[in-house]
């Protein structure tokens, strides 16, 4: 038994190194061809590349946890999971946000059992050890007897701490004491996700607690499609143009194509996917007016960003962003796409029955619970300065077309499973998932020189390059 | 044991506090109407089902929080829903699932059973309005699936007089899970 264990741990060993070789000897880096765009299926169940998954990407990068303002007040807390690690994300009296391993150091039970609540001390059920919204630990009962031992100053008792950053009041937090900053991860998409997240002064908040429910598929199949699949739309979002919500009904594929226009820009396995403005506008609004002569100022007035309903909050927007960034969103603001590893965003801009413009931000993390299963968290969020009456406008139109019962959403959810599935089969695992569909690189004039640009028809380009940022953190490092 | 025996707790115990239920004959019509909602459903009849929800239907399904006991008036949130809908967006839903062929999330269908149990009918400051609660066990099997996927909730109806029957004015649906077990709503609860 000894001999085995030992051979387990020295298996184990080798796929925690560079290049890492799976158990029947396929190295990591032979699940790739790097020249033809092709990534082995097996990727989409395997359990032993999955435990590598959490060690070399997981525990290595920043990961999006929520928004500050779900935690507003001094001991405000949440709990979340990185990888399949839950976290306790609380806020201190000082107004600071951290984040800390929910497992009490004494005998390993969850400090926390609620999802969210307030305390200034969180006191684990089971024998008692306190603990404040820092994670330093606070005292275990019967002070005077040393319960917690004389071995470990109390300063050595806290919960483990991962370090935490905010971006636009997301809140993001890793493990990795020698990771660069979060920019460093968000890479040239800063300039877009500033776009997205920093618009207004006041900022955004989440309209209610996330939706959650469980996906019996791989991580990786969520994952991949956030990053700029633009191609599926026509087919398996095919029932939104037929009921009208992507512009009116065609008979051929090919007018739908439309909705592929745009730029998709990628950098570091991020990827958005910016839609041509000209087509939100006819197919959403469809005034007859031509939107390409317009101006950039005429066409942010005509078809402003979510959210932007008033002459004050688009006052700010043009305060705050560059006119780089103010260019990008009269031309093809960015609308859907991700952050590496496991964020999924989607801004809508939807028509609402009266003809107008109804709108909604929706943020998801895809959180793994296994080689075969997957968390799906669901935010709607809007700028907090949006009117009230608007919010419960865009909390509805949101909730209508994403997460768990989004006209848009439930047919992706849908259809992940089943790529997992398939990933099981003797035959199934060897099949590949092809990237070959290939635009290049290609940047209109005016656009600017930010992250690698794609414009044209949405393609393969960006998905490629989650895979190669994938690739770097599971092969090189 | 004679029934006058003192019964003995370690605090005071209070009385009830559910109002009185309405007449047996209201009680059996509006549990034949739920019936009737489940059968719809669970054949597929979506598009005749549109004739038992009202024009000013509020159909709700809030998201839930574990919170702790202190705080479960907050468990589900008032504002923000797995399903969010009024008649209109219900009669889209209804449309893109029965008529476009395109609608893969339930395309093949699913295989649902709704058993509808536990129903509680209350008069209200309306002639002709009813709240309703029942118990709704709900099970769910998709393609190859070998087991089923389950869901266990708590409805919480207003129900109005529609000539001989009822339409139903607004659903709340009060689920068990704060996570839920299965990868959209797709379908109707």
């Given at each position: 038994?000894?001999?085995?264990?030992?051979?387990?741990n020295?298996?184990?060993?080798?796929?925690r190194?560079?290049n890492?070789?799976?158990?029947?000897?396929?190295?990591?880096?032979?699940?790739?061809?790097?020249?033809?765009?092709e990534?082995?299926?097996?990727?989409?169940?395997?359990?032993?590349?999955y435990?590598?998954?959490?060690?070399?990407?997981?525990?290595?990068?920043?990961?999006?946890?929520?928004?500050?303002?779900?935690?507003?007040?001094?001991?405000?807390?949440?709990?979340?999971?990185?990888g399949?690690?839950?976290?306790?994300?609380?806020?201190?009296?000082?107004?600071?946000?951290?984040?800390?391993?929910?497992?009490?150091?004494?005998?390993?039970m969850?400090?926390?059992?609620?999802?969210?609540?307030?305390?200034?001390?969180?006191?684990?059920?089971y024998?008692?050890?306190?603990?404040?919204?820092?994670?330093?630990?606070?005292?275990?009962?019967?002070?005077?007897?040393?319960?917690?031992?004389?071995?470990?100053p109390?300063?050595?008792l806290?919960?483990?701490?991962a370090?935490?950053?905010?971006?636009?009041?997301?809140?993001?937090?890793?493990?990795?004491?020698?990771?660069?900053?979060?920019?460093?991860?968000?890479?040239?998409?800063?300039?877009?996700?500033?776009?997205?997240?920093?618009?207004t002064?006041?900022?955004?908040?989440?309209?209610?607690?996330?939706?959650?429910?469980?996906?019996?598929?791989?991580?990786?199949?969520?994952?991949?499609?956030?990053?700029?699949?633009?191609?599926?739309?026509l087919?398996?979002?095919?029932?939104?143009?037929?009921?009208?919500?992507?512009?009116?009904?065609?008979?051929?594929m090919?007018?739908?194509?439309p909705?592929?226009?745009?730029?998709?820009?990628?950098?570091?396995?991020?990827?958005?996917?910016?839609i041509?403005?000209?087509?939100?506008?006819?197919?959403?609004?469809?005034?007859?007016?031509?939107?390409?002569?317009?101006?950039?100022?005429?066409?942010?007035?005509?078809?402003?960003?979510?959210?932007?309903?008033n002459?004050?909050l688009?006052?700010?927007?043009?305060?705050?962003?560059?006119?780089?960034?103010?260019?990008v969103?009269?031309?093809?603001?960015?609308?859907?796409?991700?952050?590496?590893?496991?964020?999924n965003?989607l801004f809508?801009y939807?028509?609402?029955p009266?003809?107008?413009l109804?709108?909604?931000y929706?943020?998801?993390?895809?959180?793994?619970?296994?080689?075969?299963?997957?968390?799906?968290?669901?935010?709607?969020?809007c700028?907090k300065?949006?009117?009230?009456?608007?919010?419960?406008?865009?909390?509805a139109?949101a909730?209508?077309?994403?997460?768990?019962?989004?006209?848009?959403?439930?047919?992706?959810?849908?259809?992940?499973?089943?790529m997992?599935?398939?990933?099981?089969?003797?035959?199934?695992?060897?099949?590949?998932?092809?990237?070959?569909?290939i635009?290049?690189?290609?940047?209109?004039?005016?656009?600017?020189?930010?992250?690698?640009?794609y414009?044209?028809?949405?393609?393969?380009?960006?998905?490629?390059?989650?895979?190669?940022?994938?690739?770097?953190?599971?092969?090189?490092? | 044991?004679?029934n006058?025996?003192?019964?003995i707790?370690?605090?005071?115990?209070?009385p009830?506090?559910l109002p009185?239920?309405?007449?047996?004959?209201?009680?059996?019509?509006?549990?034949?109407?739920?019936?009737?909602?489940?059968?719809?459903?669970?054949?597929?009849?979506?598009?005749?089902?549109l004739?038992?929800?009202?024009?000013?239907?509020?159909?709700?399904?809030?998201?839930?929080?574990?919170?702790?006991?202190?705080d479960?008036?907050s468990?589900?949130?008032?504002?923000l829903?797995?399903?969010?809908?009024?008649?209109?967006?219900i009669?889209?839903?209804?449309?893109?699932?029965?008529?476009?062929?395109?609608a893969?999330?339930?395309?093949?269908?699913?295989?649902?059973?709704?058993f509808?149990s536990?129903?509680?009918?209350?008069?209200?400051?309306?002639?002709?309005?009813?709240?309703?609660?029942?118990?709704?066990?709900?099970?769910?099997?998709?393609f190859?699936?070998?087991?089923?996927?389950?869901?266990?909730?708590?409805?919480?109806?207003?129900?109005r007089?529609?000539?001989?029957?009822?339409?139903?004015?607004r659903?709340?649906v009060?689920?068990?899970?704060?996570?839920?077990?299965?990868?959209?709503?797709?379908?109707?609860?």
């Amino acid at each position: 038994m000894a001999t085995q264990n030992g051979n387990a741990n020295e298996d184990y060993a080798m796929l925690r190194k560079a290049n890492p070789v799976l158990s029947d000897g396929t190295p990591i880096a032979d699940l790739f061809n790097l020249e033809t765009r092709e990534v082995s299926l097996s990727t989409m169940y395997d359990p032993e590349l999955y435990r590598v998954e959490m060690d070399k990407i997981f525990t290595k990068v920043w990961l999006l946890l929520g928004h500050a303002t779900e935690i507003p007040k001094s001991g405000d807390y949440v709990v979340r999971h990185m990888g399949e690690d839950e976290v306790i994300v609380a806020r201190d009296r000082k107004g600071e946000i951290h984040v800390s391993l929910n497992v009490c150091p004494h005998r390993g039970m969850h400090v926390c059992t609620a999802e969210s609540g307030n305390a200034q001390v969180h006191k684990c059920i089971y024998h008692g050890w306190a603990f404040r919204p820092d994670g330093s630990f606070v005292g275990a009962p019967l002070e005077k007897e040393k319960m917690h031992g004389d071995i470990y100053p109390k300063e050595k008792l806290g919960l483990k701490k991962a370090r935490v950053q905010l971006f636009h009041g997301l809140i993001f937090a890793t493990w990795n004491e020698e990771a660069g900053p979060l920019e460093e991860q968000l890479g040239d998409m800063k300039f877009y996700y500033d776009i997205m997240f920093g618009k207004t002064h006041g900022g955004m908040e989440v309209l209610g607690p996330p939706q959650r429910l469980t996906i019996p598929a791989n991580w990786k199949t969520a994952g991949e499609q956030a990053a700029c699949d633009g191609f599926h739309t026509l087919t398996l979002h095919r029932s939104q143009f037929d009921i009208g919500n992507f512009g009116n009904i065609s008979d051929t594929m090919e007018e739908f194509v439309p909705i592929m226009q745009g730029v998709n820009v990628a950098d570091r396995g991020n990827a958005l996917r910016c839609i041509s403005a000209a087509t939100t506008f006819a197919s959403v609004i469809g005034s007859g007016e031509d939107f390409n002569k317009m101006s950039d100022d005429e066409r942010l007035a005509k078809l402003p960003p979510p959210g932007i309903v008033n002459a004050q909050l688009l006052a700010e927007m043009k305060e705050r962003l560059s006119p780089e960034q103010l260019h990008v969103c009269a031309v093809a603001p960015p609308q859907v796409g991700n952050m590496f590893p496991n964020v999924n965003l989607l801004f809508i801009y939807a028509p609402l029955p009266d003809g107008t413009l109804g709108s909604g931000y929706v943020v998801h993390t895809i959180n793994p619970r296994g080689p075969d299963k997957f968390q799906w968290i669901t935010w709607f969020l809007c700028e907090k300065d949006t009117p009230e009456e608007v919010k419960d406008i865009i909390r509805a139109v949101a909730v209508q077309t994403g997460g768990t019962s989004g006209l848009i959403e439930q047919d992706d959810s849908d259809t992940w499973p089943h790529m997992t599935e398939a990933a099981r089969g003797s035959w199934g695992r060897t099949e590949t998932l092809k990237y070959q569909a290939i635009g290049g690189v290609n940047r209109p004039e005016g656009w600017p020189d930010k992250a690698n640009v794609y414009a044209g028809l949405s393609k393969d380009d960006a998905q490629w390059h989650w895979w190669l940022q994938y690739h770097e953190l599971m092969v090189n490092k | 044991m004679s029934n006058t025996a003192e019964k003995i707790a370690p605090f005071e115990i209070p009385p009830i506090s559910l109002p009185k239920p309405t007449d047996s004959i209201t009680h059996y019509q509006i549990q034949q109407f739920l019936h009737l909602d489940a059968y719809l459903l669970d054949h597929h009849l979506l598009d005749q089902w549109l004739n038992i929800l009202a024009p000013d239907l509020r159909y709700f399904v809030p998201v839930r929080q574990t919170k702790e006991r202190k705080d479960r008036d907050s468990e589900f949130s008032t504002k923000l829903g797995h399903m969010d809908d009024n008649f209109q967006s219900i009669a889209l839903r209804v449309h893109r699932l029965v008529n476009t062929g395109t609608a893969w999330s339930e395309d093949p269908a699913s295989r649902v059973r709704r058993f509808v149990s536990n129903v509680s009918v209350w008069e209200t400051d309306v002639t002709g309005e009813y709240d309703v609660i029942s118990y709704l066990l709900l099970t769910r099997n998709r393609f190859y699936q070998e087991d089923y996927t389950l869901l266990s909730a708590e409805r919480h109806d207003r129900v109005r007089r529609k000539g001989e029957t009822f339409e139903l004015v607004r659903r709340e649906v009060r689920m068990d899970q704060s996570v839920l077990g299965m990868p959209n709503l797709a379908i109707f609860l």
